[in-house]
């Protein structure tokens, strides 16, 4: 069984959920939602943190690309979160992927932009939802 994730990891992406939520205001075709199952075929199950996903159809979990994908990383997720997500979700076509650091206080965020993913820039802990 994996361990459950740090407070800090939860109080964190907690935090981001909320705010992206309220940011999405009352878009009825969008919906923020935490640690739910992006089945990419059926062989790759991925479960990011925070997604904010628009015209999904109602399934037992996400069947197209989100548009925004937040994980928050640990030690024990950064090389998988920082490689093997980031390309997975450039593939898929997810426009902004962004990776946040807990113990740093800070976040990259990443555009699609002609397919391939280009760092925006970092924010930093004054930006990240605290």
């Known amino acids: 069984m994996t361990p459950a994730?740090?407070?800090?990891?939860?109080?964190?992406?907690?935090?981001?959920?909320?705010?992206?939520?309220?940011?999405?205001?009352?878009?009825?075709?969008?919906?923020?939602i935490g640690k739910e199952d992006y089945k990419l075929s059926d062989d790759t199950v991925l479960r990011p943190d925070v997604v904010l996903i628009c015209d999904e159809p109602n399934e037992a979990?996400?069947?197209?690309?989100?548009?925004?994908?937040?994980?928050?990383?640990?030690?024990?997720?950064?090389?998988?979160?920082?490689?093997?997500?980031?390309?997975?979700?450039?593939?898929?076509?997810?426009?902004y992927y962004v990776i946040v650091y807990p113990d740093d206080l800070y976040a990259k965020v990443y555009k699609l932009e002609d397919g391939k993913y280009d760092n925006q820039g970092d924010l930093s802990?004054?930006?990240?939802?605290?």
């Not at 390309?87 to 076509?93: D, F, G, I, P, S």
């Not at 802990?125 to 605290?130: G, K």
């Open 61 to 95: 979990y996400i069947t197209k690309a989100p548009e925004i994908i937040i994980e928050v990383i640990s030690k024990s997720t950064a090389k998988n979160d920082e490689g093997y997500k980031l390309q997975k979700y450039e593939v898929e076509k997810v426009i």
């Open 125 to 130: 802990r004054e930006m990240l939802w605290l």
């Open 5 to 32: 994730s740090t407070i800090t990891h939860q109080a964190l992406a907690g935090n981001i959920l909320f705010e992206l939520k309220n940011s999405a205001g009352k878009c009825t075709r969008c919906m923020v």
